[in-house]
C-alpha cells in the first residue's frame, strides 16, 4: 500500500511524517554520516520539508514504511539544484544545435 500526502493534509498524516522523518535520520545521519542542518536528533527534516512538499510513502505487508519519495514542485528551490548543483549538466548541448 503507498500514501501519497499532498500539502494539504499534512496535518492528518502528521504520526506518519514523524516516522518518515525518523527513518531518514537513521539512514542519511546514521547510517551514510550526513550532517543535516535540520537533524534534531531524532529526525531528519531539511528546508525543502515545508508546506508546498508532498510525500509518497509505500508500506511494508507488515505496516512499517518500505519506502519514500518526497515530491517537490518545480518552480520552487530543490535538493538537486541547492545543496549538488554539480551533478546538473547545465551547459548546452552541441548536439540539438546540429
Known sequence: ??????????????????????????????????????DDGIHERDEFDDEHATHLVAFAPDGRIGGYLRILRGDRPMLISKVFPDTLDLKPNIHQSL
Open 1 to 38: 500500500m503507498a500514501l501519497l500526502i499532498e500539502p494539504h493534509n499534512h496535518s492528518a498524516f502528521a504520526h506518519i511524517l514523524d516516522d518518515v522523518f525518523r527513518l531518514r535520520r537513521q539512514v542519511f545521519v546514521e547510517g551514510l554520516g550526513w550532517e543535516v542542518p535540520g
